[in-house]
């Protein structure tokens, strides 16, 4: 697995579909792996939300309303709050907040145990 995360290292220009597209790529700023983290946040969040990111507006509309506006898609009320945690730390695009891969890895376990153990309390 990539450790890396230093900015601009594997750049390239605004390759990706805009909807899952993280803002930085939008704004042609350069990026890093990291990217590719808000953009699984994205994949999580469509996973939970059973919805169509920004279904309303068109591929360049999306683009400007998270690159613009700094607009983020609605977290559905009856998610696990470990899962809206990842979905929302994987968004967040500040470095010391963001999750690595690794880190995503580790709270997609806890995620799998807490549901494993719900699960088996529900059937008795």
Known sequence: MHQGSIIGEEYTAETGTYRWMAPEIMQLEEYSFMADVYSFGIVVWQLVAHEELFRE????????????????????????????????????????????????????????????MTKKMAWG
């Open 57 to 116: 507006l068109s591929q360049i509309e999306a683009a400007g309303t998270v690159a613009i506006d700094g607009a983020s898609l609605p977290i559905p009320k009856k998610i696990p709050q470990l899962m809206e945690h990842l979905i929302r730390s994987c968004w967040n695009g500040h470095p010391k907040v963001q999750l690595s891969f690794s880190e995503i890895c580790i709270e997609l376990q806890e995620i799998n145990v807490v549901l494993l």
